[in-house]
Nanobody
Framework: QVQLVESGGGLVQTGGSLRLACAASGLTFNVHSMGWFRQAPGKEREFVAAVSNRGDMTRLADSVKGRFTISRDNTKNTVYLQTNSLKAEDTAVYYC??????????????????WGKGTLVTVSS
């Protein structure tokens, strides 16, 4: 059974930082691309970041470029999302995602194979 368990969410002030982590189990981690989506209240789930299975390719949503960084540690079966310069509009539930193909993250959330349960990030002004 595949499990993706997010951690690191919480309440932070505008301009602050959080490091989200997602620990994966039940899948061959180093053959899956990993990523993050987020969903704000009343809005659709949106893509945030993705990293290829070997970590040699990354992709970020325009709204987070220059502020967020995605990375992975295949020895720990963990993917990270470093979030800096947080804004109120970054407030959302952040979901970890895993999928066999990197292009699944380009195609959109409907193509993602595995999901975590999410971690809440709240940015207060």
């Amino acid at each position: 059974q595949v499990q993706l368990v997010e951690s690191g969410g919480g309440l932070v002030q505008t301009g602050g930082s959080l490091r989200l982590a997602c620990a994966a189990s039940g899948l061959t981690f180093n053959v899956h691309s990993m990523g993050w989506f987020r969903q704000a209240p009343g809005k659709e789930r949106e893509f945030v970041a993705a990293v290829s299975n070997r970590g040699d390719m990354t992709r970020l949503a325009d709204s987070v470029k220059g502020r967020f960084t995605i990375s992975r540690d295949n020895t720990k079966n963990t993917v990270y999302l470093q979030t800096n310069s947080l804004k109120a509009e970054d407030t959302a539930v952040y979901y970890c995602a895993a999928s066999p193909l990197y292009r699944d993250f380009v195609k959109g959330s409907a193509f993602i194979k595995y999901w975590g349960k999410g971690t809440l990030v709240t940015v207060s002004s």
